[in-house]
Nanobody
Framework: VQLQASGGGLVQAGGSLRLSCAAS????????MGWFRQAPGKEREFVAT????????SYQGSVKGRFTISRDNAKNTAYLEINSLKPEDTAVYYC???????????????WGQGTQVTVSS
């Protein structure tokens, strides 16, 4: 499956963005989806994950209550709604597909190319 992330941009603190992850090649329904992010000089870190049918979601503690992961299997697309953005949210955001809900990078088999989110103070 090929993943294409989009929707990033430059926003002021407190603003919002909606990231999308469009899949092609195979149906997204077969996969758990995750979002990760990587800030300059830091390791890639878990942000959120959602089960194949959307029934189970989990988040990194620092984004809980501000970020919402969702998916539309009919559109073969996953989303990450990010609100109340803070400068420390600045990073490249990656979507990923795998077989198991996990916070670990290694558990995901397919990755999108990333979309840059920059939050100005």
């Amino acid at each position: 499956v090929q993943l294409q992330a989009s929707g990033g941009g430059l926003v002021q603190a407190g603003g919002s963005l909606r990231l999308s992850c469009a899949a092609s090649g195979r149906t997204l329904r077969s996969y758990v989806m995750g979002w990760f992010r990587q800030a300059p000089g830091k390791e890639r870190e878990f942000v959120a994950t959602i089960s194949w049918n959307g029934g189970s979601r989990s988040y990194q503690g620092s984004v809980k209550g501000r970020f919402t992961i969702s998916r539309d299997n009919a559109k073969n697309t996953a989303y990450l709604e990010i609100n109340s953005l803070k400068p420390e949210d600045t990073a490249v955001y990656y979507c990923a597909a795998g077989q198991h809900q996990s916070t670990r990078v290694a558990e995901y088999d397919y990755w999108g190319q990333g979309t840059q989110v920059t939050v100005s103070s």
